[in-house]
């Protein structure tokens, strides 16, 4: 049952995305930018990845596999980026089978791509300060609600091992949190003196498409497919994955907007 509401939802994003931003007419440069950005998903998704040690177990998996499906989303129309997070998802079970495919992991490929692309279309006619407001706004209440949950934890089951948590933990995990959420306000702030008003929008943009994406994808969607699938607890995989995107959003930030800068030198001249 839950795979048929999963492929109805995967059904029904593509209706929208395809009637209201249909394919543009022999436009060949986003078919090479599809095409290349699939290649790039994949070889990241395979070695890009490493495990990082987490209080005395490697169980902190950082990779930057969103990364290019998320910029791929930015320089695309939403039925194009469509594509490519659906392509990237059946060339990788291709080259990596793991039985009959779950429709939940396919849904969180294609929002990666899809919600970059919506969050540029739909901010088109917004103001540069309503953006900034926002994306403030989101960061704030991000850094505040990991904070506020990592403060009630007692425990942290990392595989097998259960973890106690000490203050001294929870102080050290809580201070990232706020102090990369006070770093980000700032650098928005220094950033819109020191460069135009469209950059600084288009910057505010990539903020925000990149938290909405950890967000849906990283911290509600996959813990629920986990649930669903291994009887992980969502709660117990939660956990995990709000210190994940402590390390993982600043990297994705500012690598991937730096990428973007250099890449729309080769593809948009």
């Known amino acids: 049952m839950e795979q048929i509401i999963l492929a109805v939802l995967i059904i029904a994003l593509g209706i929208y995305c395809f009637k209201f931003y249909p394919f543009e007419k022999g436009n ?16 990241c998704k395979r070695f890009l990845t ?10 902190l998996k950082i990779g930057l596999e969103y990364l290019p499906l998320m910029i791929a989303g ?5 039925s194009y980026a469509f594509v490519v997070g659906l392509c990237c998802d059946l060339v990788g079970l291709i080259l990596v089978p793991t039985g009959f495919p779950f429709f939940g992991f396919t849904l969180v ?25 926002t994306v403030i706004a989101l960061i704030i209440a991000l850094a505040l609600g990991a904070s506020l949950y990592i403060y009630q934890l007692e425990s942290l089951k990392i595989s ?7 203050s001294i933990e929870k102080i050290t995990l809580i201070s990232i949190c706020l102090i990369l959420a006070i770093a980000f306000i700032v650098i928005i702030m220094i950033l819109k003196k020191k ?4 950059e600084a929008k288009e910057f505010s943009l990539w903020i925000l498409g990149v938290t909405l994406v950890e967000v849906i994808c990283t911290l509600c969607l ?16 939660l956990c995990i994955r ?13 690598i991937g907007y730096t990428l973007m800068k250099i890449l729309k030198r080769v593809f948009i001249r």
């Open 50 to 59: 490493i495990m990082i040690p987490l209080f005395g177990a490697e169980s």
């Open 28 to 43: 060949v440069m986003n078919l090479v930018i599809s095409a290349t950005f699939i290649i790039v998903t994949l070889v």
């Open 242 to 254: 709000i210190i994940k995107c402590c390390f993982v959003i600043p990297l994705e930030i500012f």
């Open 195 to 198: 460069i135009n008003i469209e």
């Open 74 to 78: 930015f320089f695309l129309t939403p």
């Open 160 to 166: 097998e091992t259960i973890h106690i948590l000490t």
């Open 222 to 237: 996959t813990p629920l497919w986990l649930d669903m699938m291994y009887k992980i607890p969502f709660i117990v995989s």
């Open 109 to 133: 490929m294609i929002l990666v791509c899809v919600i970059p692309s919506l969050v540029k279309e739909y901010a088109k006619h917004l103001s540069e300060k309503m953006i900034q407001c």
